[in-house]
């Protein structure tokens, strides 16, 4: 198993999440209303008046076997959005309850 945690511009919820559920992903866990701001370039996410843009991230733990799939369709939508600004990290699950 394998969690993959997706940070990005709050206008895309629907967008992600129908993502997520084309690869058969039901279950995740999501954070509203975080801030950020890009390590290489692109305009902060900070929640206030001069930067007033808010980000969502998404955390899912998902079978090793759909990471490569799921991963292609974030950053072929990434690529095809500057505005989405998505970052995408993977990480191992060692144990679960």
Known sequence: MKSIFIAFNQAYNEEISDLLEAHGQRGYTRWVDIH????VDGEPHLGNHAWPTMNIG???VVPDEKVEGILADLKAKNESSEALGLRAFVWNIESSI
């Open 36 to 39: 950020g701001k890009g390590s």
């Open 58 to 60: 998404i955390m899912a």
